[in-house]
């Protein structure tokens, strides 16, 4: 059985700490997109309706976060995911396809993706924890908590607006959570 470097667990074959930090910012700008596009998606169907402003706000918070990351990416000279126009297209289609179900259904899609983002954020963070006193990056960790916590504000407010009354809300919450750590693992990869 192979054994652990004493540099941040790592294992041979593991990505280097130079590696993991490009993961983790192609990974949230990627993700951060595409909650934009979910929103926009949702927005395209519910904007008009009495759940307007509030996917509004919320989706002001995911701009916020984009923009962040997006100059992240560039001051790193980190390379954007390949999958970029997948996830304008497929986020769109949640987007609007949670909402076409009802409002319900669109709510549900947000706590189900805040709730792996909560996990997601939760997971690098730790990460960045376990790295060497000299090789932290107290930065990118402060961005990643602060956004964790913008993103349980979404799942509460999600909650608090039906989203557990959608129709077959243990289905579609199983979906898109699957659907979302798979865009995760790819993002970071590809």
Known sequence: MPRKSK???????????????????????????????????????LGDTEDGPTLREMAATEEKHLEAFNKILVERRVRPTALTPLWHLAGFALGAGTALIGREAAMACTVAVEEVIEEHYADQSALLDSLGEDEREP???????????????HRDTALANGAEQAPGYPVLSAAIKTGSRLAIWLSERI
């Open 7 to 45: 540099r941040y667990g790592r294992l041979p074959g593991d990505p280097t700490k130079a590696e993991m930090i490009e993961r983790i910012i192609r990974v949230d700008q990627a993700g951060e997109y595409g909650a934009k596009r979910i929103y926009e998606g949702q927005l395209a169907i």
């Open 139 to 153: 930065e990118l960790q402060q961005v990643i908590e602060e956004f964790k916590a913008e993103e349980v504000e």
